[in-house]
């Protein structure tokens, strides 16, 4: 559940997608990370994409945490976060969300995704760029997450 959160939170994706990962949407090389969204919520709209993040500002150990994680799936079409059912996969995001909440009520936002958008929001990146994340087509429809205000 730990690397969950941190790759949902380093490319401020829905848990639901990062829970729906294989071994080869993700690549991990140096201090990069880089997810290739294939399933998934936004996936339907408007097709694969890939996120680029970088874990040069992240506590040295979430690094460790998603190596040691990964090494554990050896086949690039196995799921990093094998879950049998889609009712298993729904208790996981209940249990990454409750446990988000108790670490830390700013991070009660209504998804891992918006709370990661809004910090990057926060730290002055541009909308641009927030739409890379999110899967955005329009500033329009950033600014109705309230991802930016004002």
């Known amino acids: ?44 709209i408007c097709g694969p994409y890939t996120t680029p993040s970088s874990l040069l500002d992240a506590p040295p150990q979430w690094a460790k945490i998603i190596d040691e994680h990964l090494a554990t799936v050896t086949q690039p ?36 995704r918006i709370g990661a958008l809004r910090t990057m929001a926060e730290n002055d990146v541009p909308n641009s760029t927030l739409m890379l994340f999110s899967g955005h087509t329009t500033e329009r429809m950033l600014l109705r997450y309230s991802i930016r205000r004002g």
């Open 77 to 112: 079409h196995h799921f990093i976060f094998p879950a049998a059912s889609e009712e298993e996969r729904k208790k996981l995001r209940s249990q990454i969300r409750d446990a988000l909440r108790i670490a830390d009520k700013r991070l009660a936002c209504p998804s891992i």
């Open 1 to 44: 559940m730990k690397t969950a959160i941190l790759i949902a939170w380093l490319v401020a994706g829905r848990v639901g997608d990062i829970l729906q990962l294989q071994r080869c949407d993700l690549d991990r090389s140096g201090a990069n990370l880089k997810v290739t969204y294939r399933r998934g919520k936004t996936i339907a």
